[in-house]
């Protein structure tokens, strides 16, 4: 049974491997495999990512004692992260996760919720409410990849 929780300090390796996971599996048939390698490369810094899961505080989706997603939403809104392990797609593990953020962000008084999307999740988006605001072009690594700002209005 699929349940969301708050994130614990201890799970942050569980969600690089989420985050590797989406990127590696899901995203790879929007971007090319140098993009990819950008994006979630096997050398990241260990102890940055640990505390940018601390600091973003992201609600964690467990399926069966194993961490399949996590998301989070920040104080104005932006949702910096949001990912469902490649290895458990089209299981409502997403949609779950939305709605959490959705009752997060009414909870906090929060008047629009917006992210940085990448093209695989653009379509996600825009069936929870999202509307495109423009195109980006970003650089990780010195790789160019392409992704889009979206916003939804609350209230």
């Known amino acids: 049974m699929l349940a969301i929780r708050a994130f614990r300090e201890g799970d942050e390796a569980a969600l690089l491997r989420v985050h590797r996971s989406a990127i590696r599996t899901i ?17 990241a810094d260990l102890a940055a990512w640990a505390e940018r899961m601390r600091r973003n505080q992201p609600f964690v989706a467990v399926l069966d004692e ?29 949609t779950r996760l939305m709605a959490c953020l959705h009752e997060e962000a009414a909870r906090r008084g929060l008047a629009e919720l917006h992210a940085d999307v990448s093209a695989t999740a653009e379509p996600f ?31």
């Open 27 to 43: 995203a790879a048939r929007d971007y090319t495999p140098e993009q990819i390698d950008a994006w979630a490369p096997e050398d």
């Open 125 to 155: 988006f825009a069936r929870h409410g999202f509307v495109v605001v423009r195109r980006q072009r970003p650089v990780r690594r010195g790789v160019t990849l392409h992704n889009a700002l979206m916003r939804k209005r609350l209230g």
């Open 66 to 94: 194993g961490i399949v997603g996590y998301a989070d939403v920040q104080a104005d809104g932006h949702i910096d992260h949001f990912f469902v392990s490649g290895e458990h797609p089209r299981r409502r593990i997403g």
